[in-house]
């Protein structure tokens, strides 16, 4: 068996570098999701294109003023929208909209950006004050309206929030925003910032483009709405995106090096790379961690290999409403499933073995996390015993569909899970829909990467009492499934004291490991290639990379 598994990983490697390495298909244009009845813009005309890097459709812009960017795919949209858009629309996103708080991967904290200051009035309600003299590219100064407009909209957008009372954002005065919690979550409110609904529009521009009613897709150049290093210049559909420096940036001591941004999209990660040497592109990413050692050495092209800090894992939900009497809500199914996941593979298949082990969702670049010393060797036959003692002698079935990202690993789990006798076919779905099923709670199993800047998430995601319409494809464990269960969370959610929150955390990373909830297996790593000369790209809290302050080493 363990011959059988060697050999079938191999293929699957060789297959992940072929196909592997987009978080969704290239597009050909920009396309309304309809989640708004509203038009989407018209695409910009591709008036005069020529190839060619030094000639681009903009004219007078110079290929030193340039940073070329090939990504995966062609972003769906990069204005507010409520659907899933994965990796390519985060990159240029994460130049054009500044956050309240950014969170470093490497030391684990939260960084105020546009935020001064975080003052907690009560449980429930904290105050942010914003920096003195922040502003739009356009030049408007940005105002606690405008974030409590912004936050409003994405958590709105976003069809709800386990965390924030929508209802309770308000702006104060020029400079504070309230932020109103369903819970007292005590601890972590920077880091809830980071990513959901951190990001700062202004509220003007995007009344002036018809939002929210009409989710505009292409943004106007003449109307800026961001406050990152970089606002929209132009899209060439199936082409380009380029950006254009943002000179009324707030730091004017951190301003991007480059005039230009501009991403071109390549699905193939092979293609990619190759863009590096032929001179097409100073940066390739998301590359296939396994093609690194071909660029070991070179002269041209220099790897970069960033741990994201995402915590690699296979969620087990045991109350997924087709299956009221699901396996899974048998404690000796879910060890099964935790024997049988061979981790290491994973690890090595999707990182080239440079991944740090996880046991949980909890992720060990999250200040909370604890090391838990846990045997993962594979046990096909003790796994057997299990499910004949469960009453599943001869295995059952899962349900879940899967997203092309997961699409290498969900090959391996499956062949994994096939060893016991367990049956999951993994439908590859787009990942709006494949979103739009998670909301449902419908499914059995799923593969998740959570970030290591929201470590309430790794409760959220097994907290059964949160609907998936709030928490989306979480794990729906309640006391009547595993008894303490919400004790064990309470604790974490209410704790004031950071020391306290850390045993608590550490207490409940323990139990989710005792009752096999979940199965962790290792943080993403991701391989970037750029042109030799150049800074690596910085990972941001949710695992992406940010362009923005690229710039040459010397």
Same mark, same amino acid.
């Given at each position: 068996?363990?011959?059988?598994?060697?050999?079938?990983?191999?293929?699957?490697?060789?297959?992940?570098?072929?196909?592997?390495?987009?978080?969704? *298909?290239?597009? +050909?244009?920009?396309?309304?999701?309809?989640?708004?009845?509203?038009? $989407?813009?018209?695409?910009?005309? *591709? +008036?005069?294109?020529?190839?060619?890097?030094?000639?681009?459709?903009?004219?007078?812009?110079?290929?030193?003023?340039?940073?070329?960017?090939?990504?995966?795919?062609?972003?769906?949209?990069?204005?507010?929208?409520?659907?899933?858009?994965?990796?390519?629309?985060?990159?240029?996103?994460?130049?054009?909209?500044?956050?309240?708080?950014?969170?470093?991967?490497?030391?684990?904290?939260?960084? *105020?950006?546009?935020?001064?200051?975080?003052?907690?009035?009560?449980?429930?309600?904290?105050?942010?004050?914003?920096?003195?003299?922040?502003?739009? #590219?356009?030049?408007?100064?940005?105002?606690?309206?405008?974030?409590?407009?912004?936050?409003?909209?994405?958590?709105?957008?976003?069809?709800?929030?386990?965390? %924030?009372?929508?209802?309770?954002?308000?702006?104060?005065?020029?400079? +504070? =925003?309230?932020?109103? &919690?369903?819970?007292?979550?005590?601890?972590?409110?920077?880091?809830?910032?980071?990513?959901?609904?951190?990001?700062?529009?202004?509220?003007?521009?995007?009344?002036?483009? !018809?939002?929210?009613?009409?989710?505009?897709?292409?943004?106007?150049?003449?109307?800026?709405?961001?406050?990152?290093?970089?606002? %929209?210049?132009?899209? =060439?559909?199936?082409?380009?995106?380029?950006?254009?420096?943002?000179?009324? @940036?707030?730091?004017?001591?951190?301003? #991007?090096?480059?005039?230009?941004?501009?991403?071109?999209?390549?699905?193939?990660?092979?293609?990619?790379?190759?863009?590096?040497?032929?001179?097409?592109?100073?940066?390739?990413? @998301?590359?296939?961690?396994?093609?690194?050692?071909?660029?070991? !050495?070179?002269?041209?092209?220099?790897?970069?290999? &960033?741990?994201?800090? &995402? $915590?690699?894992?296979?969620?087990?939900?045991?109350?997924?409403?087709?299956?009221?009497?699901?396996?899974?809500?048998?404690?000796?199914?879910?060890? $099964?499933?935790?024997?049988?996941?061979?981790?290491?593979?994973?690890?090595?298949?999707?990182?080239?073995?440079?991944?740090? *082990?996880?046991?949980?969702?909890?992720?060990?670049?999250?200040?909370?996390?604890?090391?838990?010393?846990?045997?993962?060797?594979?046990?096909?036959?003790?796994?057997?015993?299990?499910?004949?003692? #469960?009453?599943?002698?001869?295995?059952?079935?899962?349900?879940?569909?899967?997203?092309?990202?997961?699409?290498?690993?969900?090959?391996?789990?499956?062949?994994?899970?096939?060893?016991?006798?367990?049956?999951?076919?993994?439908?590859?779905?787009?990942?709006?829909?494949? %979103?739009?099923?998670?909301?449902?709670?419908?499914?059995?199993?799923?593969?998740?990467?959570?970030?290591?800047?929201?470590?309430?998430?790794?409760?959220?995601?097994?907290?059964?009492?949160?609907?998936?319409?709030?928490?989306? !494809?979480?794990?729906?464990?309640?006391?009547?499934?595993?008894?303490?269960?919400?004790?064990?969370?309470?604790?974490?959610?209410?704790?004031?004291?950071?020391?306290?929150?850390?045993?608590?955390?550490?207490?409940?990373?323990? %139990?989710?490991?005792?009752?096999?909830?979940?199965?962790?297996?290792?943080?993403?790593?991701?391989?970037? &290639?750029?042109?030799?000369?150049?800074?690596?790209?910085?990972?941001?809290?949710?695992?992406?990379?940010?362009?923005?302050?690229?710039?040459?080493?010397?």
């Amino acid at each position: 068996m363990k011959r059988a598994l060697s050999i079938l990983l191999c293929l699957v490697m060789v297959l992940a570098l072929a196909a592997c390495g987009g978080s969704q *298909p290239a597009a +050909t244009q920009p396309a309304s999701t309809g989640t708004s009845g509203g038009d $989407a813009a018209p695409a910009p005309a *591709p +008036t005069d294109v020529i190839s060619g890097r030094d000639q681009d459709v903009v004219s007078g812009i110079s290929e030193d003023e340039t940073l070329t960017v090939a990504i995966e795919a062609e972003p769906p949209f990069i204005m507010p929208n409520s659907g899933s858009a994965g990796n390519p629309t985060a990159y240029v996103t994460g130049c054009m909209y500044e956050h309240l708080y950014e969170f470093n991967v490497e030391t684990g904290e939260c960084i *105020p950006a546009l935020a001064e200051s975080l003052e907690w009035k009560d449980d429930t309600h904290y105050w942010v004050t914003l920096r003195d003299g922040i502003k739009f #590219a356009n030049g408007d100064p940005i105002t606690a309206e405008d974030v409590a407009y912004s936050m409003v909209l994405s958590l709105t957008l976003g069809g709800g929030s386990a965390v %924030f009372d929508v209802d309770g954002i308000k702006a104060i005065d020029d400079k +504070t =925003v309230e932020i109103a &919690l369903l819970q007292p979550y005590v601890n972590g409110a920077e880091e809830a910032l980071v990513r959901r609904g951190g990001a700062v529009y202004s509220k003007k521009a995007l009344e002036q483009l !018809g939002y929210p009613d009409n989710q505009l897709l292409v943004p106007d150049p003449d109307v800026p709405i961001g406050s990152g290093k970089f606002v %929209f210049k132009e899209w =060439v559909p199936g082409q380009y995106i380029l950006l254009e420096r943002n000179e009324n @940036y707030w730091d004017k001591d951190n301003m #991007a090096y480059y005039k230009y941004m501009k991403f071109v999209f390549v699905s193939d990660p092979a293609a990619r790379a190759m863009t590096i040497e032929s001179g097409d592109a100073d940066v390739a990413s @998301y590359i296939t961690a396994s093609m690194g050692a071909e660029y070991e !050495g070179s002269s041209t092209v220099t790897p970069y290999y &960033l741990d994201t800090g &995402l $915590a690699g894992c296979v969620l087990l939900n045991p109350d997924n409403p087709d299956h009221p009497d699901s396996p899974l809500r048998d404690e000796r199914v879910r060890e $099964a499933i935790w024997l049988l996941i061979d981790a290491q593979a994973l690890n090595d298949l999707g990182n080239a073995g440079r991944g740090t *082990p996880c046991e949980t969702l909890v992720s060990p670049r999250s200040w909370t996390y604890t090391k838990i010393d846990v045997d993962r060797t594979v046990n096909v036959e003790r796994a057997k015993e299990l499910l004949a003692e #469960a009453g599943y002698p001869d295995g059952f079935e899962l349900y879940a569909t899967n997203i092309a990202p997961y699409k290498a690993q969900g090959e391996v789990i499956k062949e994994c899970l096939r060893l016991g006798g367990i049956k999951w076919d993994a439908e590859l779905e787009e990942i709006p829909s494949h %979103f739009a099923g998670c909301r449902t709670g419908k499914y059995d199993i799923l593969i998740r990467s959570y970030q290591c800047s929201d470590y309430f998430d790794a409760l959220f995601n097994n907290d059964g009492r949160i609907p998936p319409s709030k928490q989306v !494809g979480n794990a729906l464990y309640t006391d009547e499934i595993v008894p303490g269960w919400e004790e064990v969370l309470d604790a974490c959610y209410y704790q004031q004291d950071k020391a306290k929150m850390k045993e608590a955390m550490a207490v409940a990373q323990q %139990f989710m490991i005792d009752h096999h909830m979940c199965v962790g297996f290792c943080t993403t790593v991701r391989l970037e &290639l750029c042109r030799t000369g150049l800074s690596a790209p910085v990972i941001n809290g949710s695992g992406i990379c940010y362009y923005q302050d690229i710039r040459p080493l010397n």
